[in-house]
């Protein structure tokens, strides 16, 4: 059965800092991937989606960056964190027809100080 | 642009009772995907109930059914014998092909609490 880690659960960062969060697939090949972020009390809003290794495509422009190094693996970066940074993010994946939808991952809360 | 609105931010019921939540999308397109998940307080998206486009049957999950009207655009929930587990946050979802990818757009949520 397929399953998606992501970590870590909670954290905690300064302004100016740089950010890691890792998210990976298992038990299937050449997923999409995602990565969401959901403000306090507030929707879901699609920060960039991967269809293969290296290709990423963003959806709105921000201080954060993705990479997919391998296949089932999805990162979410950036150089220098902001105080509008904080939040809450799901990575997500899919089949390459997503018909039955997205499969999410438990989620970072990200919180910049 | 597709969109999808949902009107009720807050919803409150006693446990066991019938309880909708609505959603209202716009699209131009004709065959498509929707779908509501659930966020409990874990905040781990669950998906509830997904619906075809080109299907004219409502889909049932249990005690979740949907109400599709297509030429509406309208797609609510609804929660039979409503259960204390049953409070959470519920997003609709449209499904939409873009740039070889097809991508969720959610709608801002309700926030159902079942209360004993």
């Known amino acids: 059965s397929q399953t998606i880690h992501q970590w870590p659960a909670t954290l905690v960062q300064p302004v100016g800092s740089p950010l890691s969060l890792e998210c990976t697939v298992e038990?299937?090949?050449?997923?999409?991937l995602y990565w969401y972020r959901q403000a306090a009390g507030r929707g879901l809003q699609l920060l960039f989606y991967?269809?293969?290794?290296?290709?990423i495509s963003s959806e709105v422009p921000q201080n954060l960056s993705a990479s997919r190094p391998q296949d089932r693996q999805f990162i979410l970066s950036s150089k220098k964190l902001l105080l509008s940074d904080s939040g809450f993010y799901l990575c997500?994946?899919?089949?390459?027809?997503?018909?039955?939808?997205?499969?999410f991952g438990s989620g970072t809360r990200l919180t910049v100080v | 642009a597709q969109t999808v609105t949902q009107s009720q931010p807050e919803m409150s019921v006693q446990e066991a009772e019938t309880v909708t939540l609505s959603c209202t999308y716009d699209?131009?397109?004709?065959?498509?995907?929707l779908f509501w998940y659930k966020q409990p307080p874990s905040r781990q998206m669950i998906l509830v109930i997904r619906?075809?486009?080109?299907?004219?049957q409502n889909a049932t999950e249990n005690r979740f059914s949907v109400n599709f009207q297509k030429a509406a655009k309208s797609f609510s929930l609804k929660i039979s014998d409503s259960q204390l587990g049953d409070t959470a946050m519920y997003f609709c979802?449209?499904?939409?092909?873009?740039?070889?990818?097809?991508?969720?757009?959610f709608g801002q949520g309700t926030r159902l609490t079942i209360n004993p």
């Open positions: 997500a994946w899919s089949q390459l027809l997503a018909v039955y939808g997205y499969t």
């Open positions: 038990g299937t090949s050449n997923p999409n």
């Open positions: 991967s269809v293969g290794i290296g290709q």
């Open positions: 699209t131009s397109e004709n065959n498509y995907y």
């Open positions: 619906q075809e486009a080109y299907k004219q």
């Open positions: 979802a449209f499904m939409k092909w873009s740039q070889g990818a097809q991508k969720l757009v």
